[in-house]
């Protein structure tokens, strides 16, 4: 991520997580287990877009300059 961009996405991020989370702790088992899918998918997008896809980019970078 961009250095300015880094922080909003993260804590963007954080903040739906917490919301989600809380969805997950719902006596409904059906809420509580979207609630936890939604936040193994937020996490694995923010996994995703904070390491993997900066990581991909630099090196797509060095092998075509």
């Known amino acids: 991520l961009e250095p300015d961009a880094g922080r909003p996405v993260i804590l963007s991020a954080v903040t739906t997580l917490v919301g989600m989370g809380g969805l997950a702790g ?4 059906g809420a509580a287990s979207l609630g936890w899918l939604m936040v193994l998918g937020i996490g694995a997008c ?9 990581a991909a980019m ?3 970078r060095r092998r075509h300059p």
């Open 26 to 29: 719902a006596e409904h088992r």
């Open 46 to 54: 923010v996994v995703s877009a904070a390491i993997f896809l900066p």
């Open 58 to 60: 630099a090196f797509v």
